[in-house]
């Protein structure tokens, strides 16, 4: 393990033009490497110094060591990042601590899972790309944004696009991995408040990063929406899961076609059932929410579904 620098100290060391250009520079001359070789490219201290606009080589010298071990790693070929240096090159160059760019509401397919309205809207609402009901102008989904993919995105594009991610993500999290910094994520699954309980939705999961102490919420029906055993089941019938948004799958739980319910306590155990016509896939869950049980039925009441 290496020694901890307060973070003060560490963000500090990027209070200077020099360095952060030298930090840009070097991910800049590793993307033009032609490379076929997987390990990090190093760039020496004359590649280094005919990219950066820096008066002497002492000054040069000075900010290189001022930026290594903490955000390079010097060898004898010269320099490449460090994780941290990685990160902070990553983020410097995404330009993802500025602002994201505001988009025009979108108006986007989806159900609201309070009134049942089918229009929906799609906006930038702070750092969240927010869908509201056009009826009861409640938010449905939100969903952080970056500013790069609102730039590298637009229009039905960025829809697609958070879709995609929201369904990366919300599968990494049921896996126990924080999206965010990949840390370890503890989960419990909590009763809602009165207030904020529907006819369909009593169960919230709750993931918390042990890490970077990100939260993570969903309905617990949520939980397996995105599972290899939905994502099979779904394939089946032509629907491709993975690339529908949470407020897709709104109409579901809406209509009471998908259901999640406590079936024991002492521990708890919950059930999930997702019904199509007359096929059913039902899922059970622990107290953690961890998937113990799949099973594929046909439903006994096709004649009342149908
Ligand atoms: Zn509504
Ligand atoms: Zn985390």
Same mark, same amino acid.
């Given at each position: 393990?290496?020694?901890?620098? =307060?973070?003060?100290?560490?963000?500090?060391?990027?209070?200077?033009?020099?360095?952060?250009?030298?930090?840009?520079?070097?991910?800049?001359?590793?993307?033009?490497?032609?490379?076929?070789?997987?390990? =990090?490219?190093?760039?020496?201290?004359?590649?280094?110094?005919? !990219?950066?606009?820096?008066?002497?080589?002492?000054?040069?010298?000075?900010?290189?060591?001022?930026? #290594?071990?903490?955000?390079?790693?010097?060898?004898?070929?010269?320099?490449?990042?460090?994780? $941290?240096? %990685?990160?902070?090159?990553?983020?410097?160059?995404?330009?993802?601590?500025?602002?994201?760019?505001?988009?025009?509401?979108?108006?986007?397919?989806? #159900?609201?899972?309070?009134?049942?309205? #089918?229009?929906?809207?799609?906006?930038?609402?702070?750092?969240?790309?927010?869908?509201?009901?056009?009826?009861?102008?409640?938010?449905?989904?939100?969903?952080?944004?970056?500013?790069?993919? $609102?730039?590298?995105? #637009?229009?039905?594009?960025?829809?697609?696009?958070?879709?995609?991610?929201?369904?990366?993500?919300?599968?990494?999290?049921?896996?126990?991995?924080?999206?965010?910094?990949?840390?370890?994520?503890?989960?419990?699954?909590?009763?809602?408040?009165?207030?904020?309980?529907? %006819?369909?939705?009593?169960?919230?999961?709750?993931?918390?990063?042990?890490?970077?102490? !990100?939260?993570?919420?969903?309905?617990?029906?949520?939980?397996? $929406?995105?599972? =290899?055993?939905?994502?099979?089941?779904?394939?089946?019938?032509?629907?491709?899961?993975?690339?529908?948004?949470?407020?897709?799958?709104?109409?579901?739980?809406?209509?009471?076609?998908?259901?999640?319910?406590?079936?024991?306590?002492?521990?708890?155990?919950?059930?999930?059932?997702?019904?199509?016509?007359?096929?059913?896939?039902?899922?059970?869950?622990?107290?953690?929410?961890?998937?113990?049980?799949?099973?594929?039925?046909?439903?006994?009441?096709?004649?009342?579904?149908?």
């Amino acid at each position: 393990m290496g020694v901890k620098e =307060p973070a003060n100290a560490v963000f500090g060391l990027l209070s200077d033009e020099t360095r952060v250009e030298i930090l840009r520079a070097i991910a800049v001359a590793e993307s033009e490497h032609e490379n076929a070789d997987p390990s =990090p490219a190093e760039l020496s201290f004359s590649e280094i110094y005919e !990219r950066i606009n820096v008066d002497n080589t002492s000054k040069l010298s000075y900010h290189l060591g001022e930026l #290594t071990e903490t955000f390079l790693r010097k060898s004898d070929d010269g320099y490449s990042f460090t994780h $941290a240096g %990685e990160q902070i090159v990553r983020f410097l160059l995404s330009g993802n601590y500025e602002k994201p760019a505001d988009f025009d509401p979108q108006p986007t397919s989806g #159900t609201c899972l309070y009134c049942g309205e #089918t229009t929906l809207i799609a906006q930038l609402h702070h750092q969240y790309f927010q869908i509201e009901c056009a009826s009861c102008e409640r938010p449905v989904s939100a969903f952080p944004i970056t500013p790069a993919q $609102a730039r590298s995105w #637009t229009d039905n594009d960025l829809v697609d696009n958070v879709k995609q991610k929201q369904a990366i993500d919300y599968e990494q999290i049921r896996r126990g991995t924080c999206p965010e910094c990949a840390g370890r994520l503890s989960t419990e699954v909590a009763r809602l408040p009165e207030s904020q309980r529907t %006819e369909t939705i009593r169960h919230l999961v709750v993931d918390r990063c042990r890490e970077c102490l !990100r939260r993570y919420n969903s309905p617990l029906t949520y939980r397996v $929406a995105y599972h =290899p055993a939905s994502v099979a089941f779904h394939w089946d019938r032509g629907i491709d899961i993975t690339s529908k948004g949470l407020w897709e799958l709104h109409g579901h739980v809406y209509e009471g076609r998908w259901v999640s319910e406590r079936i024991s306590t002492d521990p708890d155990e919950y059930e999930i059932v997702l019904r199509y016509d007359g096929d059913i896939l039902r899922i059970r869950l622990d107290s953690y929410a961890t998937i113990t049980h799949t099973e594929r039925a046909r439903s006994r009441d096709v004649a009342d579904q149908e």
